[in-house]
């Protein structure tokens, strides 16, 4: 087997196995976040590489079940959410 090909396919192998380390995300956050918005109540959870990302995510997925329009969805994402659970896995 020709050289460029031992180390096309080392480097194929390298790429496959970062891609792969960092899409699972060992150090991710795992949050739940419950918003209350024009007298529903929804909880969702979504993880992410920090707190933020995830608790921003989980609010999204949150107001996406209580709204019906753009503008609720804007009043929405605008809405502190009542609850926040985070923790690391």
Do not use: W
């Not at 969805?73 to 659970?85: K, M």
Request: with cysteine.
């Amino acid at each position: 087997m020709p050289k460029a090909g031992v180390v096309g396919g080392i480097f194929g192998l390298l790429l496959v196995g970062a891609i792969v380390y960092f899409s699972l995300g060992f150090d991710q956050q795992r949050c739940e976040v419950c918003m209350d918005f024009q007298g529903r109540t929804q909880c969702r959870t979504a993880s992410g590489a920090n707190e933020h990302t995830a608790v921003q995510t989980a609010k999204d997925n949150a107001c996406s079940y209580l709204v019906h329009s753009k503008t609720e969805g804007f009043l929405c994402s605008q809405t502190p959410p009542a609850r926040v659970t985070c923790q690391a896995h």
